[in-house]
């Protein structure tokens, strides 16, 4: 493969961890990077200008939600998912493949693919690799991922039989790409299996692809196996990729895989525990609706420089929280997805710097 | 009254409608100006810095919703209503009067105020208007309003038991005030009934307020007796005081109280209709989910400059909405607002340049 359309620029590297730049048609990526993901064409609650703000270079899509709705062909016919969703900076989608595996009770599947019962209506669908391709095409992100079959970590046979499947779909994902314009990332999988991680990491390798997905991670397994697993496989890829670390995570994970080499993220946490009113404090999660907040004069993290720190008290928050008034989350949303970009821009800094990171929070009362 | 804390400037006049600025501690208002509502201390779902980008210029806050939750002297120990929601700009609190005779089968008057029964715990619960008073004071707006009594607008012998209360009110209000950093604006009442209105607006001006409000209209009276007590009122107000129409507007009402004196509205419209999918387009309303727009590529309004309008198809709008996205919310809210604001900029504009304004829209098939 060449000529591709997004390349990975390697800037600097401490231990295994690596500071980068990732060009893409729509702008470049310092790495390590932290993407939001906006699952239905948006990041819950925050405009692309809050986006830009908070220091987002790239943002993540759902094939498998746009698919179902509002559909891939209208989001084709709107000019694609940059200009649907406004979002100018580059995009990544996934391929639908964890989506689909998740129904379990709902899905079915077979070597030419799976057919899945929609959660709106009920209705049957069938993605395969080469569907999962031309829906991605169809939104037009930047990087699109090859179709994977992602079994529960633990089994070998199961992990086995799935990691020769994702490689046979993988070549169907490359054979049915049309557009020159993205670039596809293959996922290695193989459980929590050292030897199952490695033959993935090779055959993925021997294809040349544009970049590295770890998947199968972040799903059940423990820390040490996570971490185990992404250095057996950091330790084949190529460096001159960017790799992946699918659903990842929390400012603890974000920390020990970047040590191991990981150069992107996405997670839908910070949205999420936003929600459910939980904002990262160092490395913990603090509940803003807790009543020793009630007249907190103080930001959710005094050393944070985000928007809502540098404007809002927790005793604003926890307000905003009791009278169900939207803005709360926004705003613990913001707060949350800061955390872990400005997070991944300090550890690419000391990268670069040739230093090591301290790792905050020290344990202090609060 | 002198050295009050807001004075206003009264720079053109076309006809009856006036264009000026309303000078106060937290910065000018150019008039005629549509106040957003911020009910619990928060334009819902909308930051302070988009409130800014929208050009909003004063702000609204509910005094009897913050009063319950989170309760004013909270406010007061976080700095003040402007600290506490971080808006910069001009604040304006309504007394509460409106809201708690709005209660009807759980609130009691007398001749000393008004008790009512708490709509989040069933708790009692007393105004009086020197209570009102201190709780705005607490809260710490630019502009606080006289406690007032609000009588359906029919019926002569309620009107005029109301007004004679409400002006006795008045100069309760007007000795329990204690901050010099706030002015005290009374309020107009008399139903439908023009000797009423006249007789009000007399009595209120003796007292050489810093500025005044029509209440009691948009409750449930026709535009023409709307337009008719405006007009009896206003030519009685002193020229040299900012004139308010409470909770008033859509688009035709601000046109029509414009050219009739008006200076300053406030309403809960624009956030309100948009969480129910209605966006302003010129002279009415259009349901966002329609499925017309689909696959509509256009803006709400292309002759719109807000940042809805600019970056944002209906055919995505319809799409955050189906999906039940709080952004759809959010950008038809930015979009109402703005048009609102953007209506008083122009009428100020063409005000100020001594040339009538077209009132948008011509009938046009969309």
Redesign the interface.
């Known amino acids: 493969m060449t000529n591709n359309p997004i390349t990975f620029e390697l800037q600097a590297t401490y231990g295994n961890a690596r500071a980068g730049i990732i060009h893409t048609p729509h702008g470049d990526i310092p790495t390590p990077v932290f993407a939001p993901v906006g699952t239905?064409?948006?990041v819950?609650?925050?405009?692309?200008?809050?986006l830009h703000e908070i220091g987002a270079s790239l943002v993540l899509a759902n094939t498998y939600?746009l698919y179902l709705?509002?559909g891939d062909t209208?989001v084709a016919?709107?000019?694609g998912l940059h200009s649907?969703?406004?979002w100018d900076g580059p995009i990544l989608t996934d391929s639908g493949g964890f989506q689909v595996f998740s129904l379990e009770a709902d899905r079915k599947i077979d070597e030419e693919g799976v057919t899945f019962k929609s959660y709106l209506d009920g209705a049957f669908h069938r993605f395969t690799p080469e569907r999962a391709v031309e829906i991605q095409e169809n939104l037009g992100a930047d990087i699109i991922m090859a179709f994977d079959e992602c079994p529960y970590p633990y089994g070998r046979e199961t992990n086995e039989a799935a990691l020769e499947r994702t490689h046979r779909w993988l070549e169907r994902c490359i054979r049915a790409k049309k557009r020159p314009d993205q670039a596809l990332f293959g996922i290695v999988q193989g459980g929590v299996f050292s030897d199952l991680r490695q033959k993935s990491a090779e055959f993925l390798t021997s294809l040349d692809l544009p970049g590295y997905a770890i998947g199968g991670l972040a799903v059940g397994e423990t820390k040490e196996e996570m971490h185990a697993m992404i250095e057996v496989v950091n330790a084949i890829l190529p460096p001159d990729k960017p790799r992946y670390l699918m659903g990842v995570g929390t400012p603890d994970d974000l920390h020990n895989a970047v040590r191991r080499g990981v150069d992107v993220f996405d997670c839908v946490a910070p949205t999420r525990l936003a929600r459910h009113k939980a904002a990262f404090y160092r490395n913990r999660q603090i509940n803003m609706a807790n009543s020793e907040y009630?007249?907190d004069?103080r930001p959710i993290d005094e050393m944070c420089t985000c928007?809502a720190c540098r404007?809002?008290?927790r005793?604003?928050l926890?307000?905003?929280i009791?009278?169900k008034?939207?803005?709360g989350s926004?705003?613990i949303s913001i707060h949350n997805i800061h955390t872990l970009i400005e997070q991944t821009r300090r550890m690419r800094q000391a990268i670069l710097e040739q230093r090591d990171w301290t790792y905050e929070p020290v344990e202090e009362s609060e």
């Open positions: 239905q064409g948006t819950k609650g925050i405009t692309p200008a809050q939600h709705r509002p209208l016919q709107l000019g649907f969703m406004a009630k007249n004069p928007y404007h809002f008290s005793a604003y926890r307000h905003l009791m009278a008034e939207m803005l926004i705003l």
